[in-house]
């Protein structure tokens, strides 16, 4: 099963894209499902069917699901969102973790990502397009699952070994919520959803396709996404650049337009070689329902295969004493090693990730660390533990 995400900054035409190649793969034959983890719901306009909770035949072979987020929301999520920041707050974690825990709140999000998992799980599918929201929230939900795990494996075995020995006291002295053993289980369950959807999104049939305008300020923040969703694990293995003017018949106001945008278009092959670049025109109007949304992958993808398995390295590779982190666009100044226990931690500008060292590195310490090519290498001190 192959598993197709989209993300990009606002407006740039992410449902499109992701609503045209789910519309190519089920004319090819492919059971396709096609999911938006977005709150703005656009899918089923731009596929134009009928909102409904139920997966939704949009075309021969083509399903769309709409997570009602809502209910979902109010079925498991209250309890746990509070819970989480009960547990932390009693724990006297510091500012840092506690601030890290607010990222939490995406939670309709997460909710869209497990009913993803859900159906990942069936079976049913050749093909799963997702339809993510804008690129700064999608970031912070892909990294939540590994955040989180961050949180939970540290703190869930502690919390509850502390909590079954002392609970009668804190109930009775500290008035703090010691949980249920039904809603432990329940976080436990949540947690180990995520990781699953973490693993399917990080897995070796997933890819991300980074789609953006030919516009400056869009080409500047999908540069920073690049850096980011590899930082995090993923895997990209395409940019698309929508709704490119026509050069023909231009007029002055065009041609300005044209001549800024092929600017553009040499900036964004230079910067994103060697992802293929896969353009789409700027169309005489709203790309809407199957027949024109199928013009748009013909003229996304041309002859290029769009559900072959994704190329290129992983994010992410171990071998010997090194390990190597492909950062691609990632500035040298704004790249930063750290180590706590036997996590590493690396940021890269505002993102930061803990990655849990293997276990043949995790007692090392980092004999060097470079960043060249778009790679960071962490070298680490042979000949067992620091
Ligand atoms: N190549 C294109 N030509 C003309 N209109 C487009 C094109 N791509 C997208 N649109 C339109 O632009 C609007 C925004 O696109 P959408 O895919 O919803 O963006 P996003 O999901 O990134 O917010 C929609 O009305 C869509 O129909
Ligand atoms: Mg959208």
Redesign the pocket.
Same mark, same amino acid.
């Given at each position: 099963m192959r598993v197709l995400l989209f993300t990009?900054k606002?407006?740039?035409?992410?449902?499109?894209a992701a609503a045209a190649t789910a519309t190519l793969a089920a004319e090819r034959g492919l059971k396709t499902l096609v999911v938006s983890t977005d709150t703005a719901h656009?899918l089923a306009d731009?596929l134009a069917v009928p909102p409904s909770r139920e997966p939704v035949q949009a075309a021969p072979g083509l399903y769309l699901q709409q997570v009602d987020t809502q209910k979902a929301l109010e079925r498991h999520w209250g309890e746990l969102r509070e819970y989480a920041r009960n547990v932390l707050r009693e724990l006297g974690l510091d500012e840092i973790t506690s601030e890290e825990i607010t990222v939490l709140p995406g939670a309709e999000e997460i909710i869209a990502l497990l009913e993803l998992r859900e159906q990942a799980r069936s079976g049913h599918w050749d093909v799963i397009v997702v339809d993510c929201a804008p690129t700064a929230e999608t970031l912070r939900l892909l990294a939540l699952p590994e955040a989180l795990d961050w949180h939970v494996s540290r703190l869930l075995p502690g919390v509850r070994r502390v909590l079954r020995l002392v609970s009668p006291v804190i109930r009775n002295v500290a008035k703090v919520s010691a949980p249920e053993g039904a809603v432990l289980s329940a976080g436990e369950r949540l947690h180990r959803g995520l990781m699953e959807v973490r693993e399917l999104l990080t897995g070796d049939d997933t890819s991300v396709r980074l789609?953006l305008t030919p516009e400056a300020v869009v080409v500047a923040e999908a540069r920073r996404t690049l850096t980011s969703l590899s930082l995090y694990g993923y895997r990209v293995d395409g940019v698309v650049a929508?709704?490119v003017f026509p050069a023909e018949d231009a007029d002055d106001w065009r041609r300005g337009w044209v001549e800024a945008q092929a600017r553009q278009l040499e900036e964004i092959h230079h910067s994103f070689a060697p992802l293929p670049v896969h353009t #789409? *025109?700027?169309?005489p109007a709203? *790309?809407?329902g199957p027949r024109a949304l199928s013009e #748009?992958a013909a003229e996304m993808y041309g002859d290029a295969d769009p559900f072959a398995p994704p190329s290129g390295e992983p994010p992410m590779r171990v071998g010997g004493d090194e390990l190597v982190l492909a950062l691609p666009l990632a500035d040298k100044e704004a790249v930063d090693l750290g180590r706590k226990g036997e996590d590493l931690i690396v940021t890269a500008g505002p993102y930061r990730r803990v990655i849990a060292l293997p276990a043949a590195l995790a007692r090392r310490g980092i004999a060097s660390a470079v960043l060249r090519d778009g790679h960071l290498r962490v070298r680490f001190e042979t000949g067992g533990a620091k």
């Open positions: 990009g606002g407006g740039v035409g992410k449902t499109t656009s731009a789609v929508n709704r #789409v *025109p700027y169309l709203e *790309p809407i #748009v």
